[in-house]
């Protein structure tokens, strides 16, 4: 199991150092959700931010772009230094060749999908990727409570995987925290994305880093 740590519920002014808090708790990658404005309500940041922190950080850049015309966006976010780049089904027509382009630039590719989107819709494009993330809220927005119908919605994923016989990974991304993390692991996620239950006034992010993983291990 990995953990993503979102940068979107962080502290702008201090981003470097609560990057490098939340992978001293435990996180393994670094994960960048790029908004648009259009395809989403919000703006977030883009290529700037990921090429400012890339020589700062060995980890996985985990780049998750949520815009319309992905295809636009793509090699930018290469150069920036993005390690697996993710983009939705929902926001371009040709999602196979977007995908093959990501790997042919030698980085992972990975396909999002909205939590009104079946993903009996992306058995056809198994073979192009190597990470499906799964949205468990309406993109767009932190701090959003889990959707617990995502639960089903992985099993059903893991399903067609397994029988595809592929080594593609289950990322989940909205509302995970400690209370729901144990079960959305069971239920087949290979990577989690946090946020808000990461970058809080609470705890420091390498407190709440290791609370999540500790979440992991035991349950809640």
């Known amino acids: 199991m990995k953990l993503a740590a979102s940068i979107l519920s962080a502290d702008f002014g201090r981003l470097e150092e ?9 996180c393994d ?6 908004m648009d404005g259009h395809f989403v309500p919000q703006i977030t940041f883009g290529v700037p931010i990921v090429a400012s922190l890339r020589p700062k950080f060995t980890e996985t850049f985990d780049v998750h772009l949520m815009v319309e015309r992905p295809e636009y966006q793509v090699e930018k976010f290469i150069e920036a230094g993005a390690d697996l780049i993710t983009f939705h089904w929902e ?3 040709h ?3 977007l995908a093959r382009l990501i790997r042919e630039s030698e980085r992972r590719a990975g396909i999002a999908v909205n939590p009104g989107t079946p993903v009996e819709v992306l058995v056809d494009l198994l073979e192009e990727v190597d990470v499906v993330l799964v949205m468990s809220v309406d993109p767009g927005y932190a701090g959003q409570a889990f959707l617990p119908r ?5 099993r059903r994923l893991k399903r067609l995987i397994e029988q595809a016989g592929l080594p593609v990974e289950i990322e989940v991304d909205g509302g995970i925290n400690p209370t729901n993390a144990r079960s959305v692991y069971e239920a087949g996620a290979d990577i989690l994305v946090a946020a808000s239950a990461l970058f809080n006034q609470r705890l420091s992010p390498r407190a709440a880093a290791e609370q999540l993983k500790a979440a992991l291990r035991f349950g809640n």
């Open 91 to 93: 926001a371009t027509a």
């Open 95 to 97: 999602p196979h060749r």
């Open 18 to 26: 609560q990057v490098r808090e939340a992978l001293a708790g435990g």
């Open 150 to 154: 995502s639960l089903s919605r992985v």
């Open 29 to 34: 990658w670094v994960h960048f959700d790029v």
